[in-house]
């Protein structure tokens, strides 16, 4: 069975930081890019950044660039959002995906989420 | 970038059938995704690739997508469909991901 399960979400003030993790399982991590996608509260879902699967390229939404890092341990199973100099608008339930890539891609499995706040 | 425009809000009575819409620029030359979110939880994958359902999605949701129109069928529709409803395309010249804004169902 396939299994994500993110941790590291809180409440940080603006300009703070904040790691975010997935652990994965039920499925073999280092052959599947991975993403993650947020939702502010009472909003749509909004992809926030995604990453090859030998972790060497990652793409991110416009508004996150230079501001968060995604990374992959893949001897750990596991997939990372390091979040820095966070934003009220930055508040949301972030996801992680599996990507399912044949041609187009798509996200398969999602984890539960964690709840990232950012207020002062 | 590329803009997928669904309804906010769609009503059905129960064992009626429901059509979610989602509008994008030549968007039947693209694969589509669905996704079901019910309060509280996780998206959940119902249909891929414009038509085709995951394994333990029954057989009422369907898809279809052709000219500049996408949409998800959900037949004989029940109180537990009642969620929101997003599509998804992939962007291959960025490789990303392009979600539209989202589609309430209520089962009236």
């Known amino acids: 069975e396939v299994l994500l399960v993110e941790s590291g979400g809180g409440l940080v003030q603006p300009g703070g930081s904040l790691r975010l993790s997935c652990a994965a399982s039920g499925f073999t991590f280092s052959s599947y890019r991975m993403t993650w996608v947020r939702q502010a509260p009472g909003k749509g879902l909004e992809w926030v950044a995604s990453?090859?699967?030998?972790?060497?390229?990652?793409y991110y939404v416009d508004s996150v660039k230079g501001r968060f890092t995604i990374s992959r341990d893949n001897a750990k199973n596991s997939l990372y959002l390091q979040m820095n100099s966070l934003r009220d608008e930055d508040t949301a339930v972030y996801y992680c995906a599996r990507d399912k890539c044949v041609g187009d891609c798509y996200l398969d499995y999602w984890g539960q989420g964690t709840l990232a706040t950012v207020s002062s | 970038s590329y803009v997928l425009t669904q309804p906010p809000s769609v009503s059905v009575a129960p064992g009626q059938t429901a059509r979610i819409t989602c509008g994008g620029n030549?968007?039947?030359?693209?694969?589509v995704q669905w996704y079901q979110q019910k309060p509280g939880q996780a998206p959940v994958l119902v249909v891929y690739?414009?038509?085709d359902r995951p394994s333990g999605i029954p057989e009422r949701f369907s898809g279809s997508n052709s000219g500049n129109t996408a949409t998800l069928t959900i037949s004989r529709v029940e109180a537990g469909d009642e969620a929101d409803y997003y599509c998804?395309?992939?962007?291959?010249?960025?490789?990303?991901?392009?979600f539209g804004g989202g589609t309430k169902l209520t089962v009236l």
């Open positions: 990453i090859k699967q030998d972790g060497s390229v990652q």
């Open positions: 998804q395309v992939w962007d291959s010249r960025t490789d990303h991901f392009i």
């Open positions: 030549n968007i039947g030359r693209k694969s």
């Open positions: 690739d414009d038509s």
